[in-house]
Every structure is written in C-alpha cells, then in structure tokens.
C-alpha cells in the first residue's frame, strides 16, 4: 500500500475520532493540524476541485474555534505523523 492510500484509510478508519497530522508544507516549514474527519461544515475558497489525489481538504477545528480561516489541505507525499484514536504513525 502506497502512502497516500495508508493515510486515507487511517483518516476513514478514525471514523469521527480527532485525527492530528503533522506534514511539511511546500516552504519546507511544519504544520500541524487536528480535524474531524467526518466533518460537513462547507468548504469555503475557489470551489475548484482538486485534480490530485494526494490531496486532502479538510477543517482544522482549532484554526476555526479561534475564528481564522480554519480550511486547510495537505500533501499525503508530505505527512510526517499522523494520530487517531491513540495509534501514532510515524513516516
């Protein structure tokens, strides 16, 4: 199983569990970002669909308890850890 597939059915397997992931982003600098999966609040931005599969989009709930901007994606290529449901996965 490739990286990308690991990572999204790690993401379907947390159910509504919190899932953390903490990925490279393409300045090289780390972000960290919690979110639930499950979550249907709607996605803001250019409303273009994403054509690459290695990317996820999803609400980091503690950039939207804060009233920021709270919709993120990342690169599953650039995943670093990911946590759910008390399994940590390093890479």
């Given at each position: 199983m490739d990286k990308t597939a690991?990572?999204?059915?790690?993401?379907?397997?947390?159910?509504?569990?919190i899932?953390?992931?903490r990925?490279?982003?393409l300045d090289g600098t780390t972000r960290c970002i919690q979110f639930n999966p499950?979550?249907?609040?709607?996605?803001?931005g250019t409303g273009s669909?994403?054509?690459k599969?290695?990317?996820?989009?999803?609400r980091d709930f503690?950039?939207?308890?804060?009233?920021?901007?709270?919709?993120?994606?990342?690169d599953t290529e650039r995943v670093i850890s990911i946590q759910a449901n008390g399994q940590h996965v390093f890479f």
């Open positions: 690991f990572v999204k059915k790690f993401i379907d397997n947390a159910g509504s569990s899932v953390s992931v990925f490279v982003k499950r979550d249907k609040q709607e996605i803001k669909p994403t054509t599969a290695n990317i996820i989009r999803c503690r950039q939207a308890k804060a009233g920021n901007a709270a919709w993120r994606s990342f």
